[in-house]
């Protein structure tokens, strides 16, 4: 599956951003989707992750409770709404399709590209 992650920007802080993260190629609603965020000088690490249908997700705690995950089978589409955004949250943001639910980044097989998202104080 190809996917392609968009909606980055410049934001400031305790402002809102949506990401976007379009599939194709082969059956998204197969895939448990996940969001990685990789800041400068600092590991990939794990945002949240949505299962197939949608109706489990999990979220590292940093961001719980200020991003929402979700997706749209029929538009082949996972969403990323990021609200209360703070300095930390600047990153490039991936996202990425696992045959299931994880937290490793080594379990996702297909990435998108990144996009990048600035949160200024």
């Known amino acids: 599956v190809q996917l392609q992650a968009s909606g980055g920007g410049l934001v400031q802080a305790g402002g809102s951003l949506r990401l976007s993260c379009a599939a194709s190629?082969?059956?998204?609603?197969?895939?448990?989707m996940g969001w990685f965020r990789q800041a400068p000088g600092k590991e990939r690490e794990f945002v949240v992750v949505?299962?197939?249908?949608?109706?489990?997700?999990d979220y590292a705690q940093s961001v719980r409770g200020r991003f929402t995950v979700s997706r749209d089978n029929a538009k082949n589409t996972a969403y990323l709404q990021m609200n209360s955004l703070k300095p930390e949250d600047t990153a490039v943001y991936y996202c990425?399709?696992?045959?299931?639910?994880?937290?490793?980044?080594?379990?996702?097989?297909?990435w998108g590209q990144g996009t990048l998202v600035t949160v200024s104080s």
């Open positions: 949505i299962s197939w249908s949608g109706m489990s997700t």
């Open positions: 190629g082969r059956t998204f609603s197969n895939f448990a």
């Open positions: 990425a399709a696992a045959a299931s639910m994880s937290y490793y980044a080594s379990d996702y097989s297909y």
